[in-house]
């Protein structure tokens, strides 16, 4: 059985480390448990909603976007819940397929930080708004890059591709308090699955979302009791 639980009110370039760290230890992260966090929905956005495509669809939409912008650099949210004494990774599940850390493309001229917390509040934030600043974004994690607008991406640029990168993508660790609302779009599920589920999992979760259990590894997760 699949170990995705979805979270609604019915439970149906490096930045400074954000974990804490005891003595000369590995840096420690505190994780609050799913019961202490608010999840609800909001209709979708026009733009939201255009976004539920197909892998050609998206890759038809990248190709019009490099022509007019040149390279895609994306942001993404590594954000931990405890469920079950183990972490928990916060994903967007969209048509009961495709899943997706929180985040998305960066504007012109925008920062990786800036952008990021743009992202995150107008995708979980009730109607796309409140304090962007309340986001606790942390390190970059790793860097992901798409050589092809078809192709998948890898954690390095492969030796062989002599074409300009298509799209870059950045995972940055983002720390909950201790309580938060969620507001999430309809068309979109915000689920909680156990990083052992996810762990090299590529052929459900792709490559990048599948390599965040090991990007997490110099952690150590201090498990928060209920609050």
């Known amino acids: 059985m699949r170990g995705e639980v979805p979270c609604n009110g019915v439970h149906d370039h490096r930045h400074p480390i954000a974990g804490r760290r005891e003595g000369d230890g590995d ?11 608010y999840f ?9 909603a255009a976004r539920d495509e197909t892998p050609s669809g998206r890759a038809e939409r990248m190709r019009i976007n490099y022509e007019a912008n040149g390279l895609r650099t994306c942001v993404e949210a590594v954000m931990l819940v ?18 997706k850390l929180p985040g ?14 743009r ?34 991406p890898y954690p390095y640029m492969p030796p062989n591709c002599t074409k300009t990168p298509k799209e870059c993508v950045k995972l940055f660790l983002v720390t909950l308090p201790s309580s938060r609302k ?13 990083l052992c589920q996810l762990h090299e999992n590529h052929k459900t979760y792709g490559p990048i979302i599948a390599g965040v259990p090991q990007l997490l590894s110099e952690f150590s997760f201090n498990m928060v009791g209920d609050t």
């Open 182 to 194: 969620f507001i999430v779009p309809k068309n979109l599920k915000l689920l909680a699955v156990p």
């Open 119 to 152: 992202k995150l509040t107008t995708k979980l934030s009730p109607d796309g708004a409140g304090d962007e600043s309340e986001w606790k974004v942390g390190e970059c994690l790793g860097m992901w890059w798409r050589a092809d607008f078809d192709c998948m």
């Open 27 to 37: 840096p420690m992260l505190d994780i609050y448990p799913l019961s202490c966090y």
């Open 40 to 48: 609800g929905s909001k209709d979708a956005t026009a733009t939201v």
């Open 82 to 99: 405890e469920l079950f004494k183990h972490p928990h990774l916060l994903l967007l599940q969209v048509r009961n397929s495709c899943f």
């Open 104 to 117: 998305g493309r960066l504007r012109l001229g925008e920062s990786d930080i800036e952008g990021l917390r």
